[in-house]
């Protein structure tokens, strides 16, 4: 398309601080309107951002001729509909993970996106982080030798838990909330991206006591098997008091490799640490940045993301994290429910 990018955002929780600034940061972009859940709404945070345009319902701005792309920012539960509204008017889509709140409508959304041969693109930020490079690029020339466990530890305090608020991130799956939508869903994704399919899983959820009205689940303990053979243990929790942060930890025969994260900015602030036999100590790749001299990471990993996004949309050449990582996601934790409710192994062998 002649002439920069035209960005229309849709929610200004997550549109406002991440998707804002992320699209700015490429310079083929121009945000060009905001949509809040009232014009008032929006207009207020337009005015603060300097966005020329504001509405008050996502139909307006989906069809706005002053909007060429769409980036949806809202609560899983509402996402496809403006999505596939977006994808029917010829405009590509920047989503947010989870897509949706089942697999039959990241399915729909899949095969619209498909047909319309239109870009499309879900917001899986770890894939784009420096550290996370580097552990990839050591697994990918066999620095650990044969894998032999992965465990996954992610505890910390969401504002919503810290303070009993009530919302739909701290709702049922049904509206989209719950711990394995925020944060397992992540993790799904990037084990996938380093280490190969998820073949079977089993899980064990856990609402908190004590905190009123708070319904989705906020501990989610869960037991994989990769197509390789790897067991992997997972241990998530959002309503962790002065919890130790994110930690991954992959061993194999010939070494280790930790990424761990304790500050409070989710995809800045990692630490990448390899140790090998022959070494028998770790040494450090990446530092823990302080959090004061960097911007907000999200906007940072988000900002990347972007940029593989806008190419897409420029030059036509497909790029990742599409709908079909969104899709294979949400088939993920759909089965993760499945297998809480069973008490079973579920099988989620690559379709």
């Not at 999505?83 to 897509?99: I, S």
């Not at 900015?265 to 530092?287: C, K, N, P, V």
């Amino acid at each position: 398309m002649g002439g920069p990018v035209k960005v229309g955002v849709v929610g200004i929780g997550f549109g406002q601080q991440v998707h804002v600034p992320a699209f700015r940061r490429n310079k083929e972009c121009e945000v060009t309107a905001i949509c809040a859940t009232t014009y008032e709404r929006a207009r207020a945070v337009a005015d603060r951002l300097g966005v020329p345009k504001a509405h008050g319902r996502w139909q307006d701005l989906v069809s706005d001729p002053e909007v060429n792309v769409v980036a949806v920012a809202t609560p899983p539960a509402i996402q496809p509909v403006i999505a596939l509204a977006a994808l029917e008017q010829g405009k590509p889509v920047f989503c947010e993970k989870p897509l949706a709140t089942n697999r039959e409508r990241t399915a729909e959304m899949l095969e619209k996106a498909k047909r319309s041969g239109i870009a499309h693109m879900v917001d899986f930020e770890f894939v784009v982080i420096d550290e996370w490079l580097q552990a990839k690029q050591l697994l990918g020339v066999g620095a650990l030798g044969q894998l032999r466990h992965v465990s996954v530890n992610w505890h910390v305090e969401a504002y919503a838990h810290r303070k009993n608020l009530k919302s739909w991130k701290t709702g049922t799956a049904a509206i989209g909330g719950g711990v394995l939508n925020a944060a397992v869903s992540h993790t799904f994704h990037y084990l996938e991206w380093l280490l190969g399919p998820i073949c079977k899983l089993r899980a064990t959820l856990s609402t908190p006591r004590g905190q009123d009205g708070l319904a989705g689940e906020a501990v989610a303990i869960l037991t994989l098997e990769l197509a390789k053979g790897v067991l992997v243990s997972i241990s998530v929790s959002n309503c962790a008091f002065m919890g130790t942060g994110h930690r991954l930890e992959i061993y194999g025969d010939d070494g280790c490799l930790l990424l761990e994260n304790p500050t409070s900015d989710y995809a800045a602030g990692f630490q990448l640490r390899h140790a090998t036999r022959e070494s028998g100590r770790f040494h450090s790749i990446g530092g823990i940045r302080g959090e004061a001299t960097i911007p907000d990471g999200r906007v940072v990993a988000v900002g990347k993301l972007v940029d593989r996004f806008i190419n897409w949309v420029q030059t036509g050449t497909p790029a990742v994290p599409s709908f079909q990582e969104g899709h294979r996601n949400q088939c993920l934790v759909d089965w993760a429910r499945e297998a809480h409710r069973t008490g079973q192994w579920i099988d989620v062998s690559v379709f």
